[in-house]
């Protein structure tokens, strides 16, 4: 629907490599990518976290992509296995994370 902004943005350079290189430092929000729009990170989650929001004002999406996470958060439990996508409102500033075992999610907020 709109070619020319596309191709504004597209970069038609061949790289050596496509890989986005991060951090892999285990229960944390490791930088993946940050953009004016948009925030996303990795966390390699092997054991029970707690994520604190209170500082933004937006919601969060996590996507599971290895493996499995229970996410609590006001009392209720849901799960999130490789593949599934949970978004969290802006209104829950704080939640825990614990993996069955060592698990892999991205965190995506504005």
Do not use: W
Not at 27 to 48: E, G, Q, T, W
Not at 54 to 60: A, G, L, N, R
Request: aromatic letters at 10%; hydrophobic letters at 40%.
């Amino acid at each position: 629907m709109h070619n020319d902004l596309a191709l504004d943005v597209i970069t038609f350079k061949v790289a050596n490599s496509y890989k986005t290189n991060y951090e892999t430092k285990e229960n944390d929000s490791n930088k993946l990518i940050h953009r004016a729009y948009f925030k996303s990170n990795v966390l390699i989650v092997s054991d029970a976290i707690s994520k604190d929001y209170s500082q933004i004002d937006t919601f969060v999406i996590y996507i599971c992509t290895e493996v499995f996470v229970k996410v609590l958060l006001e009392n209720k439990e849901y799960e999130l296995a490789m593949g599934e996508t949970i978004l969290i409102p802006a209104s829950i500033k704080k939640l825990e994370l614990v993996p069955e075992k060592k698990s892999k999610l991205l965190e995506v907020y504005l």
